[in-house]
Protein backbone atom coordinates (compact mmCIF):
# COMPACT_ATOMS: atom_id res chain seq x y z
CA UNK A 1 0.00 0.00 0.00
CA UNK A 2 1.18 3.36 -1.21
CA UNK A 3 0.75 5.77 2.55
CA UNK A 4 -0.28 9.23 2.38
CA UNK A 5 -1.46 8.86 -1.31
CA UNK A 6 -4.04 11.24 -0.93
CA UNK A 7 -1.34 13.90 -0.64
CA UNK A 8 -0.52 14.07 -4.19
CA UNK A 9 -1.96 17.24 -5.75
CA UNK A 10 -1.72 15.57 -9.41
CA UNK A 11 -1.93 12.06 -11.48
CA UNK A 12 -0.94 12.09 -14.94
CA UNK A 13 -1.00 9.05 -17.62
CA UNK A 14 0.85 8.35 -20.67
CA UNK A 15 -0.74 6.63 -23.59
CA UNK A 16 2.23 5.29 -25.50
CA UNK A 17 2.62 4.92 -29.15
CA UNK A 18 5.59 4.45 -31.23
CA UNK A 19 6.04 7.80 -32.75
CA UNK A 20 3.80 9.91 -30.46
CA UNK A 21 2.33 10.20 -26.57
CA UNK A 22 -0.64 11.08 -24.95
CA UNK A 23 -0.72 12.77 -21.91
CA UNK A 24 -3.05 13.79 -19.86
CA UNK A 25 -3.59 15.06 -15.49
CA UNK A 26 -5.84 15.29 -13.08
CA UNK A 27 -6.03 17.27 -9.99
CA UNK A 28 -7.27 15.32 -6.54
CA UNK A 29 -11.11 16.04 -7.72
CA UNK A 30 -10.53 14.32 -10.88
CA UNK A 31 -10.79 17.55 -13.13
CA UNK A 32 -8.47 17.72 -16.06
CA UNK A 33 -5.70 19.42 -15.49
CA UNK A 34 -3.86 19.21 -18.56
CA UNK A 35 -3.62 17.00 -21.49
CA UNK A 36 -0.93 17.24 -24.49
CA UNK A 37 0.33 14.85 -27.30
CA UNK A 38 3.79 14.84 -28.33
CA UNK A 39 6.36 13.13 -30.57
CA UNK A 40 8.89 10.81 -29.38
CA UNK A 41 11.62 13.09 -30.85
CA UNK A 42 14.02 15.02 -28.85
CA UNK A 43 12.19 18.17 -29.64
CA UNK A 44 8.98 16.46 -28.37
CA UNK A 45 10.40 15.23 -24.80
CA UNK A 46 11.64 18.34 -24.58
CA UNK A 47 8.04 19.94 -24.88
CA UNK A 48 7.48 17.13 -22.53
CA UNK A 49 9.92 18.67 -19.53
CA UNK A 50 8.48 22.00 -20.27
CA UNK A 51 4.42 21.14 -19.99
CA UNK A 52 4.85 18.53 -16.94
CA UNK A 53 7.17 21.46 -15.03
CA UNK A 54 4.40 22.74 -12.80
CA UNK A 55 3.28 19.11 -12.02
CA UNK A 56 6.60 17.68 -11.34
CA UNK A 57 6.89 14.61 -8.23
CA UNK A 58 3.42 13.72 -10.08
CA UNK A 59 2.56 9.78 -10.13
CA UNK A 60 2.30 8.68 -13.94
CA UNK A 61 0.56 6.06 -15.00
CA UNK A 62 1.40 3.84 -18.34
CA UNK A 63 0.57 0.38 -20.05
CA UNK A 64 3.95 -1.06 -20.73
CA UNK A 65 6.94 -1.83 -18.30
CA UNK A 66 9.90 -1.46 -20.82
CA UNK A 67 10.53 0.46 -23.84
CA UNK A 68 11.84 3.92 -24.93
CA UNK A 69 9.12 5.49 -23.49
CA UNK A 70 9.12 3.75 -20.16
CA UNK A 71 13.32 4.37 -20.21
CA UNK A 72 13.02 8.17 -20.71
CA UNK A 73 10.72 8.54 -17.89
CA UNK A 74 13.32 6.84 -15.73
CA UNK A 75 16.08 8.99 -17.09
CA UNK A 76 13.93 11.84 -15.88
CA UNK A 77 13.09 11.03 -12.53
CA UNK A 78 9.10 9.98 -12.75
CA UNK A 79 7.46 7.52 -10.42
CA UNK A 80 6.06 4.81 -12.28
CA UNK A 81 2.93 2.90 -11.60
CA UNK A 82 2.16 0.33 -14.11
CA UNK A 83 -0.85 -1.30 -15.54
CA UNK A 84 -1.86 -4.44 -16.59
CA UNK A 85 -3.43 -3.68 -20.14
CA UNK A 86 -6.85 -6.01 -19.24
CA UNK A 87 -7.01 -3.90 -16.32
CA UNK A 88 -6.77 -0.80 -18.24
CA UNK A 89 -9.44 -1.88 -20.92
CA UNK A 90 -11.77 -2.27 -17.79
CA UNK A 91 -10.91 1.14 -16.33
CA UNK A 92 -11.38 2.87 -20.13
CA UNK A 93 -14.69 0.63 -20.19
CA UNK A 94 -15.87 2.43 -17.09
CA UNK A 95 -15.01 5.85 -18.36
CA UNK A 96 -16.60 5.03 -21.80
CA UNK A 97 -19.23 2.50 -21.68
CA UNK A 98 -20.09 3.77 -25.17
CA UNK A 99 -17.06 1.67 -26.48
CA UNK A 100 -15.18 4.83 -27.38
CA UNK A 101 -11.64 4.16 -28.06
CA UNK A 102 -9.20 7.33 -28.53
CA UNK A 103 -5.33 7.38 -26.93
CA UNK A 104 -6.78 10.65 -24.91
CA UNK A 105 -9.69 7.95 -23.61
CA UNK A 106 -7.19 6.16 -22.49
CA UNK A 107 -5.18 8.77 -20.76
CA UNK A 108 -7.85 10.01 -18.98
CA UNK A 109 -8.65 6.82 -17.81
CA UNK A 110 -5.51 5.95 -16.57
CA UNK A 111 -4.96 8.89 -14.75
CA UNK A 112 -8.34 8.87 -12.80
CA UNK A 113 -7.56 5.16 -11.90
CA UNK A 114 -4.27 6.41 -10.44
CA UNK A 115 -5.94 8.91 -8.62
CA UNK A 116 -8.58 6.23 -7.54
CA UNK A 117 -6.96 2.92 -7.20
CA UNK A 118 -3.25 3.97 -7.51
CA UNK A 119 -2.31 3.66 -3.49
CA UNK A 120 -2.44 -0.32 -3.98
CA UNK A 121 -0.62 -0.27 -7.32
CA UNK A 122 3.21 -1.32 -7.01
CA UNK A 123 5.89 1.42 -8.37
CA UNK A 124 8.19 0.68 -10.96
CA UNK A 125 11.75 0.37 -9.00
CA UNK A 126 14.49 1.12 -11.43
CA UNK A 127 17.36 -1.30 -11.67
CA UNK A 128 21.22 -0.29 -11.33
CA UNK A 129 23.38 -0.35 -14.38
CA UNK A 130 24.47 -3.86 -14.37
CA UNK A 131 21.52 -5.62 -13.30
CA UNK A 132 19.87 -3.56 -16.22
CA UNK A 133 22.48 -4.57 -19.04
CA UNK A 134 22.50 -8.38 -17.57
CA UNK A 135 18.42 -8.22 -17.58
CA UNK A 136 18.77 -7.28 -21.29
CA UNK A 137 21.47 -9.22 -22.23
CA UNK A 138 19.41 -12.72 -20.83
CA UNK A 139 16.39 -11.54 -22.67
CA UNK A 140 17.87 -10.58 -26.19
CA UNK A 141 19.42 -14.05 -25.84
CA UNK A 142 16.23 -15.82 -25.70
CA UNK A 143 15.02 -14.00 -28.28
CA UNK A 144 18.40 -14.95 -30.29
CA UNK A 145 17.87 -18.80 -29.30
CA UNK A 146 13.85 -19.15 -29.92
CA UNK A 147 14.94 -17.27 -33.99
CA UNK A 148 17.92 -20.20 -33.61
CA UNK A 149 14.91 -23.23 -33.18
CA UNK A 150 13.05 -21.15 -35.77
CA UNK A 151 15.52 -21.52 -38.52
CA UNK A 152 16.23 -25.34 -37.13
CA UNK A 153 12.71 -26.21 -37.62
CA UNK A 154 12.65 -24.70 -41.05
CA UNK A 155 16.40 -26.56 -42.11
CA UNK A 156 15.07 -29.68 -40.78
CA UNK A 157 11.56 -29.61 -43.15
CA UNK A 158 13.65 -28.74 -45.64
CA UNK A 159 16.04 -31.84 -45.29
CA UNK A 160 12.81 -33.79 -45.02
CA UNK A 161 12.14 -33.21 -48.50
CA UNK A 162 15.37 -34.12 -50.08
CA UNK A 163 18.09 -35.25 -47.76
CA UNK A 164 16.11 -37.87 -45.08
CA UNK A 165 20.00 -39.52 -44.46
CA UNK A 166 21.32 -36.08 -43.02
CA UNK A 167 18.04 -36.24 -40.36
CA UNK A 168 18.60 -39.83 -39.88
CA UNK A 169 22.54 -39.31 -38.58
CA UNK A 170 21.89 -36.77 -36.20
CA UNK A 171 19.35 -36.06 -33.61
CA UNK A 172 20.01 -32.53 -32.10
CA UNK A 173 20.08 -30.26 -35.00
CA UNK A 174 21.45 -27.19 -33.27
CA UNK A 175 24.99 -28.44 -33.27
CA UNK A 176 27.56 -26.80 -35.35
CA UNK A 177 28.86 -30.17 -36.56
CA UNK A 178 25.55 -31.24 -37.76
CA UNK A 179 25.09 -27.92 -40.09
CA UNK A 180 28.92 -28.58 -41.07
CA UNK A 181 27.86 -32.19 -43.04
CA UNK A 182 25.26 -29.90 -45.12
CA UNK A 183 27.65 -27.33 -45.82
CA UNK A 184 30.89 -30.63 -46.68
CA UNK A 185 27.61 -32.22 -48.38
CA UNK A 186 24.84 -30.18 -49.44
CA UNK A 187 23.76 -32.74 -51.56
CA UNK A 188 22.90 -36.89 -51.38
CA UNK A 189 24.60 -37.36 -54.00
CA UNK A 190 27.51 -35.71 -52.99
CA UNK A 191 27.38 -37.70 -49.54
CA UNK A 192 26.92 -40.61 -51.82
CA UNK A 193 30.08 -40.07 -53.99
CA UNK A 194 32.60 -39.24 -51.14
CA UNK A 195 32.80 -42.16 -50.22
CA UNK A 196 33.42 -44.13 -46.23
CA UNK A 197 37.03 -42.67 -45.96
CA UNK A 198 35.59 -39.10 -46.36
CA UNK A 199 32.65 -39.87 -43.85
CA UNK A 200 35.29 -41.17 -41.37
CA UNK A 201 37.09 -38.22 -41.61
CA UNK A 202 34.25 -36.23 -41.24
CA UNK A 203 33.31 -38.13 -38.07
CA UNK A 204 36.34 -38.09 -36.61
CA UNK A 205 37.34 -34.03 -37.68
CA UNK A 206 34.11 -33.10 -35.65
CA UNK A 207 34.54 -35.74 -32.88
CA UNK A 208 32.05 -37.61 -33.66
CA UNK A 209 33.79 -41.25 -33.52
CA UNK A 210 31.88 -43.58 -31.29
CA UNK A 211 31.82 -47.08 -30.89
CA UNK A 212 28.17 -46.95 -30.51
CA UNK A 213 27.36 -44.22 -32.89
CA UNK A 214 29.51 -44.44 -35.58
CA UNK A 215 28.21 -47.56 -37.40
CA UNK A 216 24.40 -46.29 -37.62
CA UNK A 217 25.47 -42.73 -38.96
CA UNK A 218 28.29 -44.33 -41.46
CA UNK A 219 25.40 -46.65 -42.22
CA UNK A 220 22.89 -43.56 -42.52
CA UNK A 221 25.02 -41.96 -44.96
CA UNK A 222 25.51 -45.40 -47.37
CA UNK A 223 21.88 -45.02 -47.84
CA UNK A 224 21.80 -41.42 -48.75
CA UNK A 225 20.67 -42.13 -52.31
CA UNK A 226 18.32 -44.90 -51.24
CA UNK A 227 15.26 -42.74 -51.97
CA UNK A 228 16.46 -39.76 -53.71
CA UNK A 229 14.02 -36.44 -54.90
CA UNK A 230 14.02 -35.77 -58.52
CA UNK A 231 16.18 -32.96 -59.51
CA UNK A 232 14.32 -29.91 -59.26
CA UNK A 233 13.82 -30.27 -55.69
CA UNK A 234 17.66 -30.96 -54.91
CA UNK A 235 18.65 -28.16 -56.77
CA UNK A 236 15.92 -25.69 -55.10
CA UNK A 237 16.28 -27.46 -51.55
CA UNK A 238 20.05 -27.99 -51.68
CA UNK A 239 20.30 -24.10 -51.89
CA UNK A 240 17.84 -22.98 -48.98
CA UNK A 241 19.57 -25.85 -46.79
CA UNK A 242 22.91 -24.32 -47.01
CA UNK A 243 21.53 -20.75 -47.24
CA UNK A 244 19.88 -22.08 -43.51
CA UNK A 245 23.33 -23.38 -42.05
CA UNK A 246 25.33 -20.16 -43.10
CA UNK A 247 22.90 -17.97 -41.07
CA UNK A 248 22.91 -20.47 -38.31
CA UNK A 249 26.38 -20.64 -38.00
CA UNK A 250 26.26 -16.56 -38.04
CA UNK A 251 23.80 -16.43 -35.69
CA UNK A 252 26.00 -18.87 -33.03
CA UNK A 253 29.07 -16.95 -33.58
CA UNK A 254 26.87 -14.06 -32.36
CA UNK A 255 25.15 -16.27 -29.34
CA UNK A 256 28.79 -17.32 -28.37
CA UNK A 257 29.07 -13.56 -27.90
CA UNK A 258 26.06 -12.94 -26.31
CA UNK A 259 27.27 -16.28 -23.60
CA UNK A 260 30.88 -14.32 -23.23
CA UNK A 261 29.02 -10.91 -22.30
CA UNK A 262 26.25 -12.53 -19.83
CA UNK A 263 28.79 -14.88 -18.15
CA UNK A 264 31.37 -11.31 -17.75
CA UNK A 265 28.55 -9.65 -16.28
CA UNK A 266 27.52 -11.99 -13.96
CA UNK A 267 31.19 -12.62 -12.51
CA UNK A 268 31.82 -8.96 -12.43
CA UNK A 269 28.04 -8.66 -10.03
CA UNK A 270 28.03 -8.10 -5.90
CA UNK A 271 25.09 -10.82 -5.98
CA UNK A 272 27.62 -13.47 -8.17
CA UNK A 273 28.22 -15.32 -4.91
CA UNK A 274 24.70 -15.82 -3.95
CA UNK A 275 22.85 -16.68 -6.89
CA UNK A 276 25.99 -18.70 -8.12
CA UNK A 277 25.54 -21.24 -4.96
CA UNK A 278 22.01 -21.82 -6.07
CA UNK A 279 22.46 -25.51 -6.83
CA UNK A 280 21.42 -26.70 -10.13
CA UNK A 281 21.25 -23.04 -11.52
CA UNK A 282 24.46 -23.45 -13.67
CA UNK A 283 26.52 -21.08 -15.74
CA UNK A 284 23.09 -20.24 -17.57
CA UNK A 285 20.39 -20.26 -15.28
CA UNK A 286 22.11 -18.35 -12.38
CA UNK A 287 22.71 -15.01 -14.65
CA UNK A 288 19.24 -15.22 -15.75
CA UNK A 289 17.76 -16.00 -11.86
CA UNK A 290 19.57 -12.60 -11.01
CA UNK A 291 18.81 -10.83 -14.14
CA UNK A 292 14.95 -11.55 -13.54
CA UNK A 293 14.86 -10.99 -9.92
CA UNK A 294 16.93 -7.65 -10.40
CA UNK A 295 18.98 -6.28 -7.67
CA UNK A 296 16.41 -4.19 -5.79
CA UNK A 297 14.57 -6.57 -3.25
CA UNK A 298 11.88 -4.44 -2.43
CA UNK A 299 10.16 -5.57 -5.91
CA UNK A 300 8.84 -8.42 -3.64
CA UNK A 301 8.04 -7.80 -0.37
CA UNK A 302 7.35 -11.28 0.38
CA UNK A 303 7.94 -15.25 -1.13
CA UNK A 304 4.68 -15.27 -2.06
CA UNK A 305 4.88 -12.26 -4.14
CA UNK A 306 7.79 -14.01 -5.95
CA UNK A 307 5.63 -17.14 -6.38
CA UNK A 308 2.92 -15.03 -8.12
CA UNK A 309 5.13 -13.01 -10.07
CA UNK A 310 6.82 -16.24 -11.67
CA UNK A 311 3.41 -18.36 -12.09
CA UNK A 312 4.13 -21.26 -10.10
CA UNK A 313 0.84 -19.78 -7.43
CA UNK A 314 -2.15 -21.09 -9.18
CA UNK A 315 -4.97 -18.41 -9.10
CA UNK A 316 -8.45 -19.66 -7.14
CA UNK A 317 -11.66 -19.37 -8.32
CA UNK A 318 -14.41 -19.69 -5.98
CA UNK A 319 -18.13 -18.35 -6.26
CA UNK A 320 -20.53 -19.98 -4.51
CA UNK A 321 -20.37 -23.99 -5.01
CA UNK A 322 -17.58 -23.22 -7.03
CA UNK A 323 -13.98 -23.61 -5.76
CA UNK A 324 -11.30 -24.81 -8.16
CA UNK A 325 -7.87 -23.20 -9.23
CA UNK A 326 -5.76 -22.89 -12.64
CA UNK A 327 -2.94 -21.86 -13.49
CA UNK A 328 -1.20 -18.30 -13.77
CA UNK A 329 -1.15 -16.61 -17.23
CA UNK A 330 -0.63 -13.66 -15.94
CA UNK A 331 2.96 -13.63 -14.82
CA UNK A 332 6.36 -12.76 -15.90
CA UNK A 333 7.08 -15.88 -18.35
CA UNK A 334 10.61 -15.62 -18.24
CA UNK A 335 10.84 -15.64 -15.04
CA UNK A 336 8.75 -18.67 -15.31
CA UNK A 337 10.53 -20.16 -17.74
CA UNK A 338 13.72 -19.60 -15.98
CA UNK A 339 12.59 -21.13 -12.43
CA UNK A 340 10.90 -24.16 -13.99
CA UNK A 341 14.13 -24.93 -15.50
CA UNK A 342 16.12 -24.71 -12.50
CA UNK A 343 13.44 -26.44 -10.37
CA UNK A 344 14.04 -29.09 -12.87
CA UNK A 345 17.78 -29.28 -12.78
CA UNK A 346 17.91 -28.65 -9.22
CA UNK A 347 15.55 -32.06 -8.45
CA UNK A 348 17.74 -33.69 -10.48
CA UNK A 349 20.56 -33.21 -8.07
CA UNK A 350 19.01 -34.39 -5.38
CA UNK A 351 16.18 -33.91 -2.94
CA UNK A 352 12.57 -32.53 -4.16
CA UNK A 353 9.46 -32.62 -2.17
CA UNK A 354 6.47 -35.67 -2.91
CA UNK A 355 3.92 -35.41 -5.34
CA UNK A 356 1.00 -38.03 -6.08
CA UNK A 357 1.55 -37.53 -9.78
CA UNK A 358 4.62 -36.24 -11.80
CA UNK A 359 2.72 -32.78 -12.90
CA UNK A 360 1.68 -32.51 -8.76
CA UNK A 361 5.30 -32.97 -8.50
CA UNK A 362 6.93 -30.50 -10.57
CA UNK A 363 4.30 -27.71 -9.48
CA UNK A 364 5.50 -28.53 -5.95
CA UNK A 365 9.14 -28.53 -7.29
CA UNK A 366 8.89 -25.00 -8.76
CA UNK A 367 6.76 -23.86 -5.53
CA UNK A 368 9.36 -25.13 -3.13
CA UNK A 369 12.53 -23.49 -4.99
CA UNK A 370 10.97 -20.26 -5.59
CA UNK A 371 10.35 -20.02 -1.59
CA UNK A 372 13.54 -20.79 -1.08
CA UNK A 373 15.20 -18.08 -3.54
CA UNK A 374 13.17 -15.53 -2.05
CA UNK A 375 15.11 -16.82 1.54
CA UNK A 376 18.47 -16.95 -0.69
CA UNK A 377 18.05 -13.46 -1.71
CA UNK A 378 18.12 -11.93 1.72
CA UNK A 379 21.01 -13.78 3.44
CA UNK A 380 24.56 -14.83 2.91
CA UNK A 381 25.64 -17.58 -0.08
CA UNK A 382 24.59 -20.93 0.98
CA UNK A 383 22.95 -19.35 4.26
CA UNK A 384 19.45 -20.65 5.60
CA UNK A 385 16.75 -18.62 6.26
CA UNK A 386 13.04 -19.38 6.99
CA UNK A 387 12.14 -20.55 4.08
CA UNK A 388 15.66 -22.60 3.41
CA UNK A 389 14.63 -24.46 6.61
CA UNK A 390 11.22 -25.59 5.24
CA UNK A 391 13.15 -26.62 2.19
CA UNK A 392 15.30 -29.01 4.33
CA UNK A 393 12.86 -30.32 5.95
CA UNK A 394 10.16 -29.97 3.36
CA UNK A 395 7.10 -28.36 5.44
CA UNK A 396 4.36 -26.89 3.63
CA UNK A 397 3.95 -22.87 2.34
CA UNK A 398 1.06 -21.01 3.18
CA UNK A 399 -0.67 -19.97 0.24
CA UNK A 400 -0.73 -16.33 -0.89
CA UNK A 401 -3.06 -13.62 1.09
CA UNK A 402 -5.43 -11.32 -0.66
CA UNK A 403 -3.09 -8.33 -0.32
CA UNK A 404 -0.48 -10.31 -2.25
CA UNK A 405 -3.28 -11.70 -4.71
CA UNK A 406 -4.06 -7.93 -5.14
CA UNK A 407 -0.04 -6.81 -5.63
CA UNK A 408 2.02 -9.23 -6.70
CA UNK A 409 1.57 -9.08 -10.41
CA UNK A 410 4.54 -7.36 -12.44
CA UNK A 411 4.51 -6.50 -16.39
CA UNK A 412 6.59 -8.69 -18.78
CA UNK A 413 10.18 -6.97 -19.33
CA UNK A 414 9.36 -7.10 -22.82
CA UNK A 415 6.51 -4.70 -22.73
CA UNK A 416 4.13 -7.32 -23.52
CA UNK A 417 1.26 -8.99 -21.43
CA UNK A 418 0.15 -12.73 -21.58
CA UNK A 419 -3.01 -13.79 -22.36
CA UNK A 420 -5.60 -14.79 -19.22
Known sequence: MNANWTQH????????????????????????????RFAHTAAG????????????????????????????????????????????????????????????????????ALRTDGHGWRQLLAQDEATATLRTLC???????????????????????????????????TQPYAWALIQQFPTPLALHNAGQRKWE???????????????????????????PASAAVVTAKSLLATTLVKVLQALQGQLDEYRRRITQGFTQHPDHDVFGSLPGAGEKLAPRLLAELGAVR???????????????????????????????????????????????????????????????????????YEK???????????????EGQRLRRRAPFPLPSCQTVQTAWLPLGRGQWPPG
Open 139 to 173: RDELGLIEQRTALVNQLQATLREYYPAALAAFDDW
Open 298 to 368: AVYPDADALCCQAGVSPVSIQSGKLDKVRIRWGCDVVLRHTVHLWADCSRKMGQRPPGRRRTQGRQRVNNF
Open 201 to 227: QFLHTHRLWRADTAPARLECFAQAQAL
Open 9 to 36: THYAALDWASDHHDVVVVDRAGTLAAEF
Open 45 to 112: WAEFTAQMQPFAGAPLALETSSGPAVDQLLQRGWTLYLVNPKAAQRYRDRKAPSGTKTDRHDAWSLAD
Open 372 to 386: ALFSTENISPRGEGV
